[in-house]
């Protein structure tokens, strides 16, 4: 009998908009860390790509090697010494292990950047490399916002993206890469990966895949894998504009059996295709300036109960203020703000208790870009350290800690101020709180595309409003210097 396969895994994920200042540090990815067994104990079960990862290893019967694993969602960049931090953890645990695994399997997000860094994960890979040496396979597991360079899929050997945002799928694309990882391993495959790189990125509100024509293109990619038995894979990846990186914006990544030449053909087809939606994947048409989403927001409330979603996607750190300061100068609506990030006023109503009224300043710390700080006073609903079991499409069974939270009522306003970098994407905020969604004429949210798995089919309208924080739609407004030129929407 031959002898059971044994794989490393680890990850190492954090999406950067870099272009805020301040970088995480270790203590803020030892928050979400898991070493050595804890790896393996940690992630069972959970619906990330680690867990993905460890649910096929086990069913395979294959032993693993656990390196490190953090996943600190989105926020800046990664402190450089955070960065060479996790390479070396990662690299000490290969050396360790080198003689006695056949393969290795990674979770990198595909959009950190430190400050002087901008492709960290291709270092990761090249460092990975440099111990395993050319013969072990390195597969890679990675967010659909990834920024991917063509140097990346020179290092590693195969490369799996989520196919759907809201990122529904992030155990399963770790299964997937898990699975031919195995099957490479047992010499049923050999795979070869292309990729290519269209001249488009997009604003993170646009990488919906529930909206045509993007829906339409991940389609494609799905007719292609199942027309063509010889392709194991595709990822169409969309990258994250706020992320000044030379390789940002979408990818497509084709991975074949042995055929470079059918995954070249299905890479361009795809990539062409993205070329040639650019126009209309933009969506220009669907963004409102603020005045006009407000006032669209105002007259659909007033014709039917249940809420409309004011969206303030440009928001990178939960505390932009610029809708909820255009809503307290109107007032007459019942309005609900989950999850608005501000752990000193947080503070500051919990101190004064549950039924105290509080006049505090809430919001618009995080840059001049953020808004005002905007002045409320109201009851204090809730004051406490909150967390709970996710209930919602993509964080069910996930434990979400808010911290330190409190929520107000302002007569007109729900807040909920919380000292977490928590985005409200589903109905737990009100569930947890004993608030129900449909007393509320809006609600405002932060979120990107996550939200749309529980909002679409409840919210009367969903109104995406373009603020001047630091992920805007349009994205001429950011100051790029590391874009490649030609690159659509920058260059058109
Ligand atoms: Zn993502």
């Not at 490479?184 to 990125?201: F, Q």
């Amino acid at each position: 009998m031959a002898k059971p396969l044994r794989i490393a895994v680890g990850g190492f994920a954090l999406e950067s908009v870099s272009f805020l200042p301040g970088a995480a540090g270790i203590e803020d990815f030892e928050k979400a860390a898991y070493h050595g067994d804890a790896v393996i104990t940690g992630l069972r079960g959970s619906q990330s790509p680690g867990g993905g990862f460890i649910d096929v290893l086990d069913a395979e019967g294959v032993a693993i090697a656990p390196l490190v694993y953090t996943d600190l969602g989105a926020g800046g960049s990664a402190s450089d010494a955070a960065f060479e931090h996790y390479r070396g953890l990662l690299c000490d645990g290969l050396r360790r292990e080198k003689a006695r695994i056949d393969g290795v399997l990674l979770f990198l997000h595909g959009a950190m950047t430190t400050p002087t860094r901008t492709d960290p994960e291709l270092e990761i890979v090249q460092a990975v490399r440099g111990i395993v040496g050319e013969a072990m396979p390195v597969f890679v597991a990675s967010d659909l916002h990834a920024n991917v360079s063509a140097g990346f899929c020179e290092v590693a050997d195969a490369l799996f993206g989520y196919h759907y945002s809201p990122h529904t799928d992030m155990d399963e694309t770790g299964r997937r890469a898990a699975r031919a990882l195995v099957r490479a391993l047992r010499g049923e495959i050999e795979p070869v990966t292309i990729i290519r790189k269209p001249n488009v990125m997009l604003p993170s509100i646009f990488t919906a895949t529930s909206i045509p024509p993007l829906s339409d293109i991940v389609a494609e990619g799905f007719a292609w894998e199942r027309d063509h038995p010889g392709i194991l894979d595709i990822s169409i990846f969309c990258g994250f504009a706020y992320a000044d990186v030379p390789q940002v914006g979408f990818s497509v990544v084709v991975v074949a059996d042995g055929d470079a030449a059918l995954a070249a053909r299905a890479a361009d087809a795809l990539a062409d295709r993205i070329w040639l939606s650019r126009e209309s994947l933009l969506h220009e048409d669907m963004v409102l300036d603020l005045k006009t989403g407000v006032d669209r927001a105002y007259a659909i409330s007033a014709t039917a109960p249940g809420p409309v979603v004011l969206l303030e996607h440009a928001d990178r750190l939960n505390d932009s203020t610029h809708i909820l300061a255009e809503l307290m100068r109107r007032g007459g609506r019942r309005v609900a703000v989950p999850y608005l990030l501000d752990p000193r006023a947080a503070a500051i109503a919990i101190e004064a208790g549950e039924g105290a009224t509080v006049t505090l300043a809430v919001g618009g710390w995080s840059s001049d870009r953020a808004g005002p700080k905007v002045e409320i006073t109201g009851k204090v609903l809730y004051a406490g350290d909150k967390s709970y079991r996710g209930t919602g499409a993509m964080w069910n069974g996930y434990t979400i800690r808010l911290g330190p939270t409190a929520l107000i009522d302002t007569g007109d306003i729900v807040i909920s101020l919380v000292s977490r970098y928590v985005f409200a994407i589903d109905l737990d905020p009100f569930k947890q709180f004993g608030l129900d969604v449909m007393d509320f004429d809006i609600v405002l949210l932060r979120s990107k595309t996550h939200f749309r798995a529980v909002y679409e089919p409840i919210a009367k309208e969903i109104l995406i409003v373009d603020t001047p924080d630091w992920g805007p739609a349009d994205l001429t407004t950011l100051p790029y210097r590391n874009a490649r030129p030609g690159l659509f929407p920058l260059d058109r």
